[in-house]
């Protein structure tokens, strides 16, 4: 049952980035910074998986979950930045423009990066994209401390 589990884990983080390259690719939507930090752990967690299978051990479904808790946990950040609850960073979101000189003004417009962190391009049943990926990865999270739970129990 744990390796069923850890395979259902990594091949969750598996197709959650294989989904952010289809929607980036065949979809068309470049990706923001923050699109970009969500994927990080979940290549981790594919990773991870395949440690895991290959030699087992109880450390590894806890890293598994800590890499999906952090990219969910930065699918919350980036849900909060969609929608206007706190700012993000200052290279992907924008912001009033003021006391700029039009010089100014124009080199913020050619440097500023193509796809913002508070624009949602996509959404379904009125969640964007990095609330699904928040969502789903919690539920991976769960899956690899289940993978960890059972490990203990074999130990014991």
């Known amino acids: 049952m744990q390796r069923i589990l850890i395979v259902i884990a990594a091949l969750g983080s598996a197709g959650l980035l ?33 440690l895991a299978l ?14 999906a808790l952090t990219t969910a946990g930065i699918g919350v950040y980036h849900t909060g930045v969609e929608r206007g609850f706190w700012e993000g960073p200052t ?15 124009m080199e913020q417009i050619m440097t500023a990066p193509l796809a913002r962190c508070d624009e949602v391009p996509w959404e379904m049943f009125t969640l964007s994209m990095a609330s699904w990926n928040a969502i789903a990865s919690f539920g991976l999270a769960a899956v690899w401390i ?11």
């Open 146 to 156: 289940a993978v960890a739970n059972h490990a203990r129990k074999g130990r014991g």
């Open 18 to 50: 294989l989904g952010a390259l289809g929607f980036q690719y065949l979809g068309d939507m470049a990706p923001c910074k923050m699109c970009y930090w969500q994927r990080y752990p979940h290549a981790a967690a594919v990773g991870i998986g395949g």
């Open 91 to 105: 290279t992907c979101t924008s912001g009033p423009v003021t006391d700029l000189t039009p010089q100014q003004l």
């Open 54 to 67: 290959l030699f087992g051990g109880a450390l590894l479904p806890w890293l598994g979950a800590l890499a």
